[in-house]
């Protein structure tokens, strides 16, 4: 009789010897993923301005929905009826959920944070709620995504040691119970390692949540106001005790040059809402920098965005059209821009993964600083 495959798991294919840079496969039920990987956000199971097909099309392997968002509308029991968040929203790749915990923590002026859990008020209704772990696991399960992620305390920039090693031990309670009330096989749940700007906190965090790593462990808590050097210098400290044999997921990171650093740290997976966002704003990402397409001087700037992408939006329009499209209001530039922007991210994991294979990571690195504008500031 031959034993069951597991749902999860992933292969480590090459480390580079200087960085510690992997490039791995995470295999999951709705398929497998190349890591490193940068992973769209969908918060409201969509990625606003695209249909999957576009997505899809723009390399993205897996994509992000976001728990308190779809609590609140359509609300996770519609989303089970529906058949899970795969059949809901027309994605058949791998999604992951992250647990609402951000945003009960940052969109909700008024919260009440207690070993509990977080009463709070909608930012839709101001009607009030409750979040505990188990209600988390419970909506998360329900929406049926992939990857899960815990309920955590995401303690604020700038936060005391005392206050982020509070917040920590009731992290570290959470997902204690969110582990027992964790119920489907079929779903990985991620730890998430907190401790602010604190090392001695963030390897603290990192104990504690490598008994419940069987699939992956998440890094929260950065990215959210630090100076970069910071966020870096924190990712130092905890790369050689994060576990070896899952992926390290940074949450919330996704600008080109925090991807590059995240991976010669040792990073596998990223998410970030800034491709979408600046697209809204008529903002590209380029392998030159940032493009203001808004700006008059494409005016009558007939080349595409960016000329070493073959995305969609660079193969069919100019920037003099796309400024022409993000000065008249129209929709369509906010979805051409984003297909542009995720592709450009895609692309780069594609880049730097192919590079950690090859043996030339150092080589990548050094070539995407001195092209890529205003990334240098960041660099360690």
């Known amino acids: 009789m031959t034993q069951a495959k597991p749902p999860f798991s992933f292969e480590v294919i090459k480390t580079d010897p200087a960085t510690g840079a992997r490039?791995?496969?995470?295999?999951?039920?709705?398929?497998?993923?190349?890591?490193?990987?940068?992973?769209?956000?969908?918060?409201?199971?969509?990625?606003?301005?695209?249909?999957?097909?576009?997505?899809?099309?723009?390399?993205?392997?897996?994509?992000?929905?976001?728990?308190?968002?779809?609590?609140?509308?359509p609300g996770h029991e519609t989303v089970r009826r529906a058949g899970g968040l795969h059949k809901f929203m027309n994605w058949h790749r791998p999604i992951l959920t992250d647990s609402g915990g951000f945003q009960v923590f940052s969109l909700?002026?008024?919260?009440?944070?207690?070993?509990?859990?977080?009463?709070?008020?909608?930012?839709?209704?101001?009607?009030?709620?409750l979040f505990t772990p188990e209600k988390v696991m419970e909506i998360e399960n329900a929406l049926g995504a992939d990857i899960a992620m815990q309920f955590d305390e995401c303690s604020e920039y700038g936060a005391s040691h005392d206050?982020?090693?509070?917040?920590?031990?009731?992290?570290?309670?959470?997902?204690?119970?969110?582990?027992?009330?964790?119920g489907r096989e079929d779903q990985a749940l991620f730890p998430i390692v907190q401790g602010n700007l604190y090392a001695d906190l963030r390897l603290q965090s990192v104990e504690a949540?490598?008994?419940?790593?069987?699939?992956?462990?998440?890094?929260?808590?950065?990215s959210v106001g630090e100076p970069k050097p910071l966020m870096y210098e924190m990712l130092d400290a905890l790369q050689?005790?994060?576990?070896?044999d899952v992926p390290r997921y940074l949450m919330g990171v996704g600008s080109p040059d925090c991807l590059v650093e995240g991976v010669v740290r040792g990073i596998d997976m990223f998410d970030c809402v800034l491709a979408t966002r600046i697209a809204r704003n008529g903002t590209a990402l380029t392998s030159k920098g940032k493009v203001v397409v808004r700006n008059a001087e494409y005016k009558e700037d007939f080349t595409p965005l960016d000329e070493n992408c073959g995305c969609y939006c660079c193969r069919n329009y100019t920037k003099a059209y796309l400024r022409?499209?993000?000065?008249?209001?129209?929709?369509?530039?906010?979805?051409?821009?984003?297909?542009?922007?995720?592709?450009?991210?895609t692309g780069l994991m594609?880049?730097?993964?192919?590079?950690?294979?090859?043996?030339?990571?150092?080589?990548?690195?050094?070539?995407?600083?001195?092209?890529?504008?205003?990334?240098?500031?960041?660099?360690?």
């Not at 509990?116 to 101001?126: K, L, M, N, Q, Y």
């Not at 030339?360 to 092209?371: C, D, M, N, P």
């Open 23 to 73: 490039a791995g496969i995470f295999h999951t039920p709705h398929g497998d993923i190349e890591t490193p990987v940068y992973m769209p956000v969908g918060t409201q199971a969509t990625v606003k301005g695209l249909l999957p097909r576009d997505v899809e099309e723009a390399g993205a392997q897996i994509v992000l929905a976001n728990t308190y968002h779809l609590y609140m509308r």
């Open 108 to 129: 909700s002026k008024l919260n009440d944070i207690k070993d509990e859990g977080v009463r709070f008020r909608s930012h839709i209704d101001g009607s009030k709620h």
């Open 163 to 182: 206050y982020a090693a509070r917040a920590l031990d009731r992290t570290v309670r959470w997902l204690e119970r969110c582990a027992k009330a964790h």
């Open 350 to 380: 594609r880049g730097l993964r192919a590079a950690i294979l090859d043996g030339t990571l150092s080589g990548f690195r050094e070539r995407f600083y001195a092209t890529y504008a205003g990334a240098a500031d960041g660099k360690m």
């Open 209 to 222: 949540a490598k008994p419940y790593a069987k699939y992956g462990i998440g890094i929260g808590g950065l």
């Open 324 to 345: 022409h499209l993000v000065n008249a209001g129209e929709i369509l530039a906010a979805t051409l821009l984003s297909m542009h922007n995720i592709a450009f991210l």
């Open 240 to 244: 050689p005790a994060l576990p070896a």
